[in-house]
């Protein structure tokens, strides 16, 4: 980490094309340390591609991503011990059960005392009794829990989550804002992408609106309430059409 950089998600001019196709162009967002970001958009406006790039899970065609001082780019395997991520593919090993899925993570991350912690995120999560189940057999809402276990387990700074409720009930989807910033008595980085305003105001307490590839609105918490947020994203999102 960079001493006196107060940000800890850089990204400059980020760009990423798919063929001729944009789904980001040059997007410049800067999150500072401890910040929860709430990254809202219509469907296409680039929210999966601008986690997916921050993550290190896509090559960026044009810019950079610095994460805690960092140049992804350039320092990839360093950078990735310093990320949680949460996509819509929960990246798990269906044919495994979640109890091994989750400590082939923590292998993987040389995480201490590996089955104390998967006991500790597991409870945290509500998976109580689920761990020697195949994870294929679990329902979207339950393979969303052991998601969301194993980005907390190696303890990262910061989370990059793309729709992390998906699937959850009411009951899980109470729970995850407290587990998100304050597990492990860290307050994280978070960039969360969701169709939900309420949510992601309720979480975040800085807010972005992409349409089109294109960051087209940024904003503290306290600058909007929800009528006013969505009339922000309901004009932004009618002029992009």
Do not use: C
Not at 93 to 111: G, H, S
Not at 161 to 170: F, K, Q, V
Not at 181 to 200: F, N, Y
Request: proline residues 5%; charged residues 25%.
């Amino acid at each position: 980490m960079t001493s006196g950089n107060p940000w800890a998600i850089e990204a400059q001019g980020l760009t990423k094309l798919f063929g001729p196709r944009p789904a980001l162009l040059g997007v410049d967002l800067r999150v500072p340390r401890g910040a929860f970001l709430s990254v809202f958009g219509p469907n296409g406006a680039g929210k999966s591609t601008l986690i997916r790039s921050l993550a290190t899970i896509m090559r960026p065609t044009a810019g950079k991503v610095m994460l805690e001082g960092l140049d992804a780019a350039r320092h990839g395997g360093e950078v990735r011990r310093l990320l949680g991520v949460v996509t819509h593919q929960t990246l798990l090993y269906p044919d495994l059960t979640a109890q091994e899925n989750l400590e082939f993570y923590a292998r993987m991350y040389d995480v201490p005392r590996r089955r104390e912690r998967i006991a500790y995120l597991a409870d945290l999560v509500g998976l109580e009794g689920r761990l020697d189940q195949v994870v294929g057999t679990l329902s979207r809402g339950l393979q969303q829990r052991v998601a969301l276990a194993r980005a907390l387990l190696h303890d990262p700074p910061i989370l990059l989550l793309d729709e992390p409720e998906t699937g959850l009930d009411p009951q899980a989807q109470g729970m995850l804002g407290d587990l998100l910033r304050r597990v492990d008595g860290q307050e994280r980085t978070v960039v969360m992408a969701t169709h939900s305003l309420e949510r992601g105001l309720e979480l975040g307490d800085r807010l972005a609106i992409l349409v089109r590839g294109r960051l087209a609105y940024e904003s503290t918490k306290e600058a909007l309430n929800l009528e006013a947020l969505r009339s922000t994203y309901r004009h932004l999102a009618a002029a992009g059409e």
